[in-house]
């Protein structure tokens, strides 16, 4: 099994910054691509961006330029740096990982989400 813990959501005003990060742990063999999605009340869950095992990043149109993923891949580590944010940014944002346990078991596996409210 794998794991995957969020932390750094909350509450902030307008033009503000958070830096969400999400930890996988457990039988984890290895870790191809990892990502974030989010989804805001009412709506669909949406891409936000993704980074491979090798650093390749792609990101949602709606956030580009504001958001920076990466990962520690000694930490089994993704981050997301988001800047300038809007309260359309509200949302749930929960991070995946594309993993392989040692027991062979390939899926993506899913955090639990860590809420982001932006207020205007």
């Known amino acids: 099994q794998v794991q995957l813990v969020e932390s750094g959501g909350g509450l902030v005003q307008a033009g503000g910054s958070l830096r969400l990060s999400c930890a996988a742990s457990?039988?984890?063999?290895?870790?191809?691509?990892m990502g974030w999605y989010r989804q805001a009340p009412g709506k669909q869950r949406e891409l936000v961006a993704t980074?491979?095992?090798?650093?390749?990043?792609n990101y949602a149109d709606s956030v580009k330029g504001r958001f920076t993923i990466s990962r520690d891949n000694a930490k089994n580590t993704v981050y997301l740096q988001i800047n300038s944010l809007k309260p359309e940014d509200t949302a749930v944002y929960y991070c995946?990982?594309?993993?392989?346990?040692?027991?062979?078991?390939?899926?993506?596996?899913w955090g639990q989400g860590t809420q982001v409210t932006v207020s205007s």
């Open positions: 457990g039988s984890i063999f290895r870790i191809n691509a």
């Open positions: 995946y990982g594309d993993a392989t346990t040692y027991e062979l078991d390939h899926r993506r596996w």
């Open positions: 980074v491979t095992s090798g650093g390749g990043t």
